[in-house]
Each structure stands twice: as C-alpha cells, then as structure tokens.
C-alpha cells in the first residue's frame, strides 16, 4: 500500500469521527435536557402532595377542633357532626310544613351558639346554614310556601337568625337551601324523608368577596 493510499484513508475517516462526535453531544444535550426536565417534573408532584398532605392534615385538625368544641351539644344526641357537618333533624326544629322553631329547636341552636362562637374566634372561617326538604311536595293550598324550595330557605333562614339572636355574629354566618336535593337518604317512606328533612351547619372558608356578602337585617 503507497503512502498515498494511507493518507487518503485518515482523510476519509477523519469526518466521520467528526460527525459520531457531534451526535454524541446532541444526545448527551437531549439525554441533559430530559433529566432536568424529569426532575422539574418530579418536584412539582412533590410539592403537590406536600400540599395535599398539609391541606389534609389542616382539615382533620379543624374537624377535631369542631368535634371538640362542640362536644356537649354532640353528647346529647340531638345534632350529629359528620364530615364537618353539623347535622339538626327537621323533627327537633321544626314541625311538618312549617318554618317557626319549636322550643326544643331553639334550646339546640341556643347550646350550639356559644361553641360554634368560639371555634369562629380561632379559625378564619364562616358558618353555612342549609336547608334540606325530603321529596314531598308542600300541600296545595299552603300559602306559606310556594314549594320545597322556598320551604327550605325559610327554615335555613330562621335557624341563621336564632344563632344571631344567641350570640354568633351575623358576619360569619349565612343561609342557603337545596330543596329536595341531596338527600341523606332515598325518601322510600316516613322514617326515610323524616332524616332528609334537616338542617346542617357546616364552617367554610371566608368568601374572598366580602361586598357580595348578605346581611340579615332585625325588625
């Protein structure tokens, strides 16, 4: 082989190194790039589930502290506290088709005032009032209450006023109604829609808006 020959064959090798080199460092600049974005990745579902973990662990504190502070008005039987939901039955409060406390239903709102007062004090929350009915329509010729709805919203709207009159702050507390919607359970006979027609009391995050907030005004 003539040197020629051989000079030749270094010539012609040369840029092939060349260009596996330069493929080498796009790859490595790829494989670089994956990683960092892998890891960015990775840290971002981190700090998720650090939040998700804290949020919970605030929202079980804030459940114990409710349980807590509402621990008498619970020992006697007559609210349940589920989910953070303060639960009243219809039949405490009121009776069928109407919208005036009974005594016993003002004696709960009136122990429930004092602890649901105290537990606002510590936490930056505001109470909300809702009604519930069970499926049967209000009786024809009833010229209180024009359906389940309106009967729903005057009771939440009551039970709201007797918390004011008991002490808790009118700025923290509203009222909303839901019908015949959400049952607790299907309204398949008396003892059924007697457990769906309720009140709950459940403590909300503050609404950021406080322009749009409702005040109920005292006669």
Same mark, same amino acid.
């Given at each position: 082989?003539?040197?020629?020959?051989?000079?030749?064959?270094?010539?012609?090798?040369?840029?092939?190194?060349?260009? $596996?080199?330069?493929?080498?460092?796009?790859? #490595?600049?790829? $494989?670089?790039?994956?990683?960092?974005?892998?890891?960015?990745?990775?840290?971002?579902?981190?700090? &998720?589930?650090?939040?998700? =973990? !804290?949020?919970?662990?605030?929202?079980?504190?804030?459940? !114990?502290? #409710?349980?807590?502070?509402?621990?008498?008005?619970?020992?006697?039987?007559?609210?349940?506290?589920?989910?953070?939901?303060?639960? =009243?039955?219809?039949?405490?409060?009121?009776a069928l088709?109407?919208?005036?406390?009974?005594?016993?239903? &003002?004696?709960?709102?009136?122990?429930?005032?004092?602890?649901?007062?105290?537990?606002?004090?510590?936490?930056?929350?505001?109470?909300?009032?809702?009604? $519930?009915?069970?499926?049967?329509?209000?009786?024809?010729?009833?010229?209180r209450f024009?359906?389940?709805?309106?009967?729903?919203?005057?009771r939440a709207?009551?039970?709201? &006023?007797?918390? =004011?009159?008991?002490?808790?702050?009118?700025?923290?507390? $509203?009222?909303?109604?839901?019908?015949?919607?959400?049952?607790?359970?299907?309204? !398949?006979?008396?003892?059924? &829609?007697? !457990?769906?027609?309720?009140?709950?009391?459940?403590?909300?995050?503050?609404?950021?808006?406080?322009?749009?907030?409702?005040? =109920?005004?005292?006669?």
């Amino acid at each position: 082989m003539s040197s020629e020959d051989f000079d030749g064959g270094v010539e012609t090798a040369a840029p092939v190194w060349a260009a $596996f080199a330069d493929l080498m460092s796009v790859l #490595l600049g790829a $494989f670089v790039l994956i990683l960092v974005g892998v890891i960015g990745v990775q840290l971002q579902l981190s700090t &998720r589930l650090d939040e998700a =973990i !804290k949020q919970q662990q605030e929202e079980a504190q804030r459940r !114990k502290s #409710l349980e807590q502070a509402l621990a008498g008005p619970l020992a006697s039987g007559r609210v349940t506290l589920v989910n953070g939901r303060i639960g =009243i039955s219809g039949n405490v409060l009121f009776a069928l088709n109407s919208d005036q406390l009974q005594p016993q239903g &003002r004696d709960v709102l009136k122990s429930l005032a004092g602890p649901l007062r105290a537990y606002l004090d510590s936490h930056d929350q505001t109470l909300m009032v809702s009604g $519930f009915a069970d499926d049967q329509q209000v009786h024809e010729g009833n010229r209180r209450f024009a359906d389940n709805w309106e009967l729903s919203a005057k009771r939440a709207l009551t039970v709201t &006023r007797a918390l =004011i009159d008991a002490g808790v702050p009118a700025s923290t507390v $509203f009222a909303a109604a839901f019908g015949s919607e959400q049952p607790v359970t299907p309204n !398949k006979d008396d003892e059924s &829609r007697a !457990k769906n027609r309720r009140v709950e009391i459940s403590a909300v995050p503050k609404p950021t808006n406080t322009n749009t907030s409702t005040t =109920i005004k005292h006669d």
